[in-house]
């Protein structure tokens, strides 16, 4: 079974930085994916990778296969970027069998 | 709008009883996913059905049961509810099983045990 790892488990942050939050897993997958979650509960989709990065507005995600590690930056972060980020992967074991979930990173960004 | 459409949105309930939480899937998307999230748990695979049939089952409790109809919507249903079924409960789609193909969530069942 998959482990999944995140840190910082809560950052806070003033506008304009740089941040990064981190994810690691223990077993082999077929897909990495990072989902942000805002207060009231709604799950939206950010990246999914296989491999190398991928870039969309302000977020980039990376992935290390060899090291099963992948990073979430966001630049010139924003107060609108407060959210919960969370790492989940898709194992490549055989059977479809669901995506396993980090805990989750609190970020808070302050104005 | 994910595309994906769950309801209802909140539920408060005792226990004891049963309840029916439904989705409706992204319009093309063949299977949908489950998933329970609590404080102490975080989020957790519950059950997948693909194109109407049982694929994979997680960490899903007994009192727990679920199907996908011919329209392809689903249905998770609790009974015997106890204080601890208290969580969110998402439904996620995905064109085909999932693996790689991307998931679309819908924005949740929040269920209350009282």
């Known amino acids: 079974k998959n482990e999944v790892e995140q840190s910082p488990q809560n950052l806070t942050a003033q506008e304009g930085e740089f941040i990064t939050i981190n994810c690691s897993y223990s077993?082999?997958?077929?897909?990495l994916h990072w989902l942000q979650q805002h207060p009231g509960g709604g799950i939206v989709s950010l990246f999914m990778l296989s491999s190398g990065k991928k870039k969309h507005g302000r977020l980039i995600a990376t992935i290390n296969i060899q090291e099963k590690h992948s990073s979430l930056h966001i630049t010139a972060s924003h107060p609108r970027d407060s959210a919960v980020y969370i790492c989940?992967?898709?194992?490549?074991?055989?059977?479809?069998?669901?995506?396993?979930f980090g805990k989750g990173t609190h970020l808070i960004i302050q104005p | 709008d994910s595309g994906v459409t769950q309801t209802p949105k909140h539920l408060i309930t005792a226990t004891g009883q049963r309840v029916t939480l439904r989705c409706s899937p992204r319009s093309g998307d063949l299977s949908v996913y489950w998933y329970q999230q609590s404080l102490d748990q975080g989020l957790q695979f519950l059950i997948q059905y693909y194109n109407g049939e049982e694929r994979a089952k997680g960490n899903i409790l007994e009192r727990f049961s679920a199907q996908q109809f011919p329209d392809l919507h689903s249905e998770l249903n609790l009974s015997s509810l106890e204080l601890g079924d208290s969580a969110l409960y998402f439904c996620a789609s995905s064109v085909a099983q999932g693996r790689s193909y991307g998931y679309t969530f819908g924005s949740g069942t929040r269920l209350t045990v009282v």
């Open positions: 989940a992967v898709d194992s490549d074991e055989g059977g479809a069998d669901g995506l396993t």
């Open positions: 077993v082999g997958i077929s897909a």
